[in-house]
Structures are given as structure tokens and as C-alpha cells.
């Protein structure tokens, strides 16, 4: 199906499911008020149902926004990593199963709006088959959608959501891609010293604005570890220290859990590539227990449970 057959067929499954009272609100994307951009949208009119769109400006895991609406009928429209959060928030008793009506979305990928050419003064973006059509001051520009994809999307190997109610497109082709720990497997070749230098280097560019912590689904602790003051976890400030402390702690929070959407990437105003330490802990948690998040909803988590077989080191 093309981008607009399948937003088609999105508000069509809306409109249906809010007249039918399945729903009391619909959770999708909507155009943004910048070209190329698209925000979630909270529909709970049948009449506003025409809002919705789909394409590959999708970067939002829209999981994050169940918490938002605890006890209610809740549709909301999911990609594969959507769908891998929700099933990961249901084990860990985010809500019930009988409150959803998930839309599932096949999903190619979601552009890198770094990749596009001047992005910050796109007059019009238009979505074609398979390309992009990009106007800014210096002239229009066309470009191949699988050469600007984000880094997640590009390796990304489960594109169909894993549990829906009813699908918007006919699913595509999940396929392994050797590409998937390609980054991960160079930087292990790196001496331990030049990797802490990477990261720290990364991590000194934190501005402590959690818009990371806020654009991910399985950040839902009322209180976070970094605004715990009995007993204080992390000083407040820009000391190096703190901000490597706050970005592998909240990693190690997701060891087990992340399913790579990519939102605190795109979340990021510093441009910070978190992915590169998340990704060590999930192949870590693939490896040690052959778990990948979200893929099936009768599945304990593993870091929550014991079983003999598991691999342990003993500690000197």
C-alpha cells in the first residue's frame, strides 16, 4: 500500500472504531506546523478522524502516550516498535490488554530529518514513491527514502507490528539484517580507554532536558532516579560525572526493554547517539537469555525472573 492508502485506511479503522464506541480516543499522527514534520494526535471525535496521516515522518513511538490515558479505551496506531513497547508495558502491568484497540502499521522507516538537505529552512516536503521530494531556499531537491533512514530503521528487522486488532496495510518482508550490531562490533574492536573517551565525549553534550527520558515508553516511573533526593543518586548540574551517570543509568533501567524505536534519539537536541550504548545491552540480553523485547506478549521478562540455565559469572 502506498502512505496515503494506508492514512486512508487508518481513519477509516478510526472513524469506525470511535462511532462504535470501541474507543474513547484514537492515539496517531497529525501534520505538524513545519514541512516533513508530523506530531501525535489524540482524536476522540469521529468527525476529527480526517486528521490522521501516515508516512515516513512517523518518528514518534506513540506507546509513550498510553500512560497518558490509564482506564480508558484507548486505539492507537502501531508500527513494529510501537507494538514490541506496548507488549513490553503490558508485562509489566502498564495497562490492560482489553483497553486497546491497536491499528497495526507495516512500517519501511522513518526518515533522518539530520539527512535532509538544510534542515532547518525546508519550505516543502512532498512524499512520493519511495522518495522525497525536498524544497528549500537553494532549490528542490529529490531523495531516495531508504538512503536517508534513521540508523535504527536502517538495521531494523521487525517491521510489522507484533500484536494489532486490525492492520492498515498487508504486513511486508521482517528478514535478519547483518547489518544489525554492525556499529557495536566496530566500536568492541576500540581499546576500553578510546570507548570511554567516545562516550564521555557523547555524554558532555547532555543538557539535562530528559527530553530522552520523556519521548521513551518505558520511562514511566513517577519519580525518576535523577530527582530522587533521599537517598540522591546523581547531582544536579553539568559536571561530567553526573552526566555520565544519568545517561548509563537510565541505559541499564532499559537493558531488556529498549526496543530500539529510536525516540530519544530523535528526541535529542544535542544529537546524542544513545543507541550506541542501548545497543550493547540489548544484544547482551538477546545473547545471555535469547530474549528481544516485545516479540511475544506470553514471555517473562528476563531480567525479572531466574531460571537455572541462565548464565552467571562469579565476581572476584
Not at 124 to 131: E, I, L, P, R, W
Not at 147 to 163: F, Q, S, Y
Not at 170 to 182: G, I, K, S, T
Request: charged letters at 30%; hydrophobic letters at 35%; a negative charge.
Amino acid at each position: 500500500m502506498a502512505y496515503e492508502d494506508t492514512a486512508k485506511k487508518i481513519r477509516e479503522l478510526a472513524r469506525d472504531a470511535l462511532e462504535s464506541g470501541r474507543v474513547e480516543v484514537v492515539i496517531g499522527f497529525g501534520e505538524g506546523t513545519l514541512p516533513g514534520r508530523y506530531v501525535p494526535v489524540f482524536v476522540t471525535k469521529p468527525e476529527d478522524t480526517g486528521k490522521l496521516v501516515w508516512g515516513p515522518f512517523a518518528e514518534n513511538n506513540l506507546a509513550r502516550y498510553l500512560k497518558d490515558f490509564t482506564g480508558k479505551k484507548v486505539g492507537i496506531c502501531a508500527k513494529g516498535c510501537d507494538s514490541r513497547s506496548i507488549v513490553a508495558l503490558l508485562k509489566e502491568g502498564q495497562g490492560q490488554r482489553d483497553d486497546l484497540y491497536i491499528i497495526g502499521v507495516p512500517c519501511v522507516g522513518v526518515v533522518d530529518r539530520t539527512r535532509l538537505p538544510d534542515p532547518g529552512r525546508i519550505l516543502s516536503c512532498s512524499v512520493g514513491d519511495g522518495s522525497l521530494k525536498v524544497e528549500t531556499p537553494a532549490g528542490t531537491e529529490e531523495l531516495k527514502i531508504a538512503d536517508i533512514l534513521r540508523a535504527n530503521c536502517a538495521v531494523c528487522e521487525h517491521h510489522n507490528p507484533v500484536i494489532h486488532d486490525v492492520m492498515a496495510a498487508e504486513p511486508v518482508e521482517d528478514v535478519p539484517n547483518p547489518a544489525r550490531y554492525a556499529q557495536l562490533e566496530e566500536d568492541e574492536k576500540k581499546p576500553a580507554q578510546q570507548r570511554w573517551a567516545e562516550f564521555e565525549n557523547e555524554a558532555s553534550r547532555c543538557i539535562r532536558c530528559y527530553a530522552c527520558r520523556e519521548a521513551c515508553p518505558m520511562c514511566y516511573c513517577p519519580t525518576c532516579f535523577v530527582e530522587n533526593w533521599q537517598p540522591r543518586w546523581i547531582e544536579t548540574g553539568q559536571e561530567q560525572t553526573a552526566l555520565d551517570i544519568f545517561q548509563i543509568v537510565r541505559c541499564y533501567h532499559l537493558a531488556g526493554r529498549c526496543s530500539d524505536c529510536g525516540a530519544c534519539v530523535s528526541a535529542c537536541p544535542m544529537n546524542i547517539d544513545i543507541r550506541r550504548l542501548l545497543s550493547r545491552l540489548e544484544k547482551s540480553v538477546k545473547d545471555r537469555f535469547g530474549h528481544e523485547v516485545g516479540m511475544d506478549i506470553e514471555e517473562l521478562p528476563p531480567l525479572n525472573t531466574f531460571a537455572e540455565e541462565d548464565q552467571m559469572e562469579q565476581v572476584i
